[in-house]
C-alpha cells in the first residue's frame, strides 16, 4: 500500500499543480484569439471571459494519466494498456474538438459526429457496456450481443458528454460536479475494487478539476468551453473502466442526468431541438430567480455527495435501484416546482 499512496500523491498532484498552472497561460491564449464568452443569450455574466479552460485540464489530464503508467502499482487487468490508449486517444480527440468549437463554433451535426466517433474510439480500444448487475438478484446479466454492446456504450459515453456540457451554465458547477464523481470512482476503485492503476485515473480527473476550479468559480475568470465535452467524456469511460461504476455515476450524476432529460423532452413538446442550448435548465432557472451561482454550486455538491456516498456505502443493488427511484421522484418535484414558480412569478405585495 505504501506504492499506491506514492501513486495517488505524485498523479493527484500532477493533476492539480499542471491545471493550475496552465489556466492562467489558457486565459490567455483565449483573449488573444478572441475566444470569448461576451454576456448574451444563456450567458448573463459580467465583462468579457475566455473560454478556453478546456485547454489547461486535457493537457494535464494527459500528463497526470501518462506518468500514472510509470507508477509502480499492481496491475490486474491484462487489457489496462489497451484500455488506457482508447482513453488517451479519445480524450486528445474530443478536447481537440472542443477547442475547434470554440474558435469556429462548429454546427450541432459535427459536434454529434465527433461524439460518435469518440465512444468508437473507446469501443475499438475495448472500453464498452457488454452487462450490468440485476438489481433484484445482484447477479451479472448475461453479455450483450455485440450490436446491443455497441449501441449501449454509445448511448452512455455521448449522454455523459452532453450531460456535461448543459451543466456547464454556471460558474463552478460542472467542474465541481465532475470532481466529485471522479472522487467517488476514485474510492470505489481502490479501496473497495483494490483497482489501484484504474483509481489513478480517476484521481487525474480529481485533481484536474480541483485545479481548475479557483478560476472557475464564482465569480469565473475563465469558462472551461469545450473542455465539457473532455470532462464528459473521460467521466463516461472512467465508469466503463474496471466494471460496476455505472450505477455509482447515475446516483453521483442523478440531478444532470435528469436536468438534461426534463429539458430535452420540454423542448421536444414545444417542437424545438432538444439538444440546442437554452435558459430551461435548473441552475438558469435559480439564477434568474436571484440566487447566486455559490449557493446554486453548494446546492448541487450536496445533492451529489450525498447520493454518491450512497452508492459507496451499500453493496446491495437493490437499494442502490431503490435510491435511484427515490432520487428520480425528488429530482421531478424539485424541477416541477421551480418550473412552476419561474412560469408563474410570486406577485409581489406591494401596489
Same mark, same amino acid.
Given at each position: ?132 448487475? @440485476? #438489481?433484484?438478484? =445482484? ?8 450490436? &446491443?454492446?455497441?449501441? $449501449?456504450?454509445?448511448? /452512455? !459515453? ?114 424545438? @431541438? #432538444?439538444?440546442? =442550448? ?8 435559480? &439564477?434568474?430567480?436571484? $440566487?447566486?451561482?455559490? /449557493? !446554486? ?55
Amino acid at each position: 500500500m505504501p506504492d499506491s499512496w506514492f501513486a495517488f500523491v505524485i498523479v493527484g498532484g500532477v493533476a492539480f499543480a499542471m491545471t493550475f498552472f496552465l489556466t492562467p497561460i489558457a486565459h490567455r491564449v483565449g483573449v488573444q484569439l478572441d475566444i470569448v464568452d461576451k454576456p448574451s443569450g444563456r450567458r448573463l455574466h459580467e465583462g468579457i471571459i475566455p473560454r478556453t479552460g478546456g485547454l489547461a485540464m486535457s493537457i494535464a489530464f494527459i500528463i497526470a494519466i501518462i506518468a500514472a503508467q510509470f507508477m509502480p502499482i499492481e496491475r490486474t487487468d491484462s487489457n489496462e494498456v489497451i484500455r488506457f490508449l482508447g482513453l488517451l486517444l479519445g480524450s486528445i480527440f474530443i478536447s481537440v474538438v472542443g477547442f475547434l468549437d470554440d474558435r469556429y463554433e462548429l454546427s450541432a451535426i459535427w459536434l454529434y459526429t465527433a461524439q460518435l466517433v469518440a465512444g468508437s474510439i473507446a469501443i475499438v480500444f475495448l472500453i464498452f457496456i457488454e452487462t450490468f448487475n @440485476n #438489481p433484484f438478484s =445482484g447477479q451479472s446479466v448475461e453479455p450483450f450481443p455485440y450490436i &446491443i454492446t455497441v449501441t $449501449v456504450t454509445l448511448f /452512455w !459515453i455521448g449522454l455523459i458528454i452532453n450531460t456535461v456540457n448543459f451543466l456547464d451554465g454556471s460558474d463552478g458547477l460542472a467542474a465541481g460536479v465532475v470532481a466529485i464523481a471522479a472522487l467517488m470512482i476514485f474510492i470505489h476503485s481502490a479501496f473497495r475494487l483494490n483497482q489501484v492503476s484504474v483509481s489513478l485515473l480517476a484521481l487525474a480527473l480529481l485533481g484536474t478539476t480541483l485545479g481548475f476550479l479557483p478560476y472557475n468559480f464564482h465569480p469565473a475568470k475563465i469558462f472551461m468551453g469545450g473542455g465539457a465535452y473532455f470532462l464528459g467524456y473521460v467521466l463516461a469511460v472512467l465508469s466503463i473502466i474496471g466494471g460496476a461504476k455505472i450505477a455509482t455515476i447515475l446516483l453521483v450524476m442523478g440531478l444532470p442526468l435528469m436536468d438534461a432529460a426534463w429539458q430535452a423532452s420540454s423542448r421536444l413538446l414545444r417542437g424545438a @431541438n #432538444p439538444m440546442k =442550448g437554452d435558459r430551461g435548465h435548473l441552475h438558469f432557472r435559480l &439564477i434568474d430567480r436571484g $440566487v447566486s451561482p455559490k /449557493w !446554486i454550486a453548494f446546492g448541487y455538491y450536496s445533492f451529489c455527495a450525498v447520493f454518491g456516498i450512497i452508492a459507496l456505502t451499500t453493496a446491495s443493488q437493490l437499494f442502490k435501484f431503490v435510491t435511484v427511484i427515490v432520487m428520480i421522484g425528488i429530482t421531478i418535484i424539485v424541477f416541477a416546482a421551480v418550473s412552476w414558480r419561474t412560469q408563474h412569478p410570486v406577485q409581489s405585495k406591494e401596489s
